[in-house]
């Protein structure tokens, strides 16, 4: 039991930070969430969590390559499953609502578990990016209501940037009661059983939306077809490796990395404050036309240049072993 547990909490820390940013800083449901919603929502990030994580490890290499790879299937699997905004209105949505907005609250909150948990000076540069994500922040809670596919009533910044602002307290906390705690591999790979688990739960979550009306085969279809091109990427990249590298996270976090933590998220909610009263009209603002701008630009482009750049060194490798 003491060896579940210790497994299981080297996720649970990942698992905060994205259910955070998922659900809270690149929000799509949030006002709308009852409780009951809650604690479905949260069985189903601990499901996806699972099974994102052991994609990670199972062919991690600790680039830049894979790490998007699994921001691409926690993107498809969030908008499929849990948004349910995937299909919506094609082919946008699959971009805003699959490898853009989710992928990237997947990427920060990868980034910020690296700095945070591990003290990793590589990622320093996230304590400088996070005001800017507050600031959007701000403007996406203006916005998203306002479009087609959300359609709800607008709510107050405090309504959402009060339970993001104690969550990423909270998240700066953690590290103060962990002792120190190395990941490897087998931490965050699943057992079968937690497999069977995991997957079982995406299954209920799926027949129970299907059951709700709140998706459709069509949808279900596009995101079958979109995680298993992920996948087979992340495989494909993984037999072009000459060397299996051992891959480890070190958990000892350094109290001076968490007071960092405090002042970028308090500069984050000033950003917000900003963004979110900045000068609005509609779904038309400038504001708002940039920041979904960038969005697409970014769920546009990382998946063909990622495609590229795998079937590139797959066919280097192949030229290798032919020679």
């Known amino acids: 039991m003491q060896a ?9 820390l990942f698992g905060v930070l994205l259910l955070t940013y998922g659900e809270f800083v690149g929000w799509q449901t949030l006002p709308q969430n009852s409780l009951q919603d809650w604690g479905a929502i949260l069985v189903i990030y601990i499901a996806i969590m699972g099974v994102v994580l052991d994609v990670y490890v ?11 790879l699994a921001a691409g299937i926690f993107g498809i699997l969030h908008g499929t499953i849990i948004s349910t905004n995937l299909a919506r209105n094609l082919p946008l949505s699959i971009i805003i609502f699959g490898t853009a907005t989710p992928a990237l609250m997947f990427l920060l909150a990868h980034y910020s ?27 996406w809670t203006r916005w998203l209501p306002q479009t087609n596919t959300v359609n709800i009533d607008i709510p107050s910044l405090f309504q959402i940037l009060l339970p993001t602002l104690c969550l990423f307290m909270f998240c700066g906390i953690l590290p103060l009661l962990q002792p120190t705690l190395r990941i490897t591999q087998l931490d965050w790979m699943l057992t079968p059983y937690e497999a069977a688990l995991c997957f079982g739960i995406l299954g209920v979550a799926i027949f129970s939306r299907i059951n709700e009306a709140t998706l459709n085969t069509f949808a279900l279809l596009v995101g079958a077809i979109l995680l298993l091109t992920f996948a087979g990427l992340a495989r494909l990249y993984q037999t072009t490796l000459t060397t299996s590298l051992k891959w480890e996270i070190l958990i ?17 909610g000033i950003g917000a404050v900003i963004g979110y009263n900045l000068p609005q009209h509609g779904t038309d603002s400038f504001q708002a036309t940039l920041m979904v701008g960038g969005l697409i630009i970014f ?8 495609s590229f750049w ?3 060194q797959a066919f280097i490798e192949l030229g290798r072993q032919e020679f």
């Open 4 to 12: 579940l547990l210790e497994r299981w909490r080297s996720r649970l």
């Open 113 to 139: 578990f690296r700095l945070l948990y591990s003290a990793d000076n590589r990622f320093r540069w996230l304590y400088f990016v996070l005001p800017f994500i507050g600031l959007v922040q701000g403007i």
């Open 252 to 268: 000892k976090p350094q109290k001076i990395y968490i007071v960092y933590w405090w002042v970028a998220f308090l500069l984050f």
């Open 58 to 68: 199972r062919w991690y290499v600790d680039d830049t390559i894979n790490t998007l």
């Open 299 to 306: 769920g546009m482009l990382w998946p063909p240049f990622v």
């Open 310 to 312: 795998v079937s590139m």
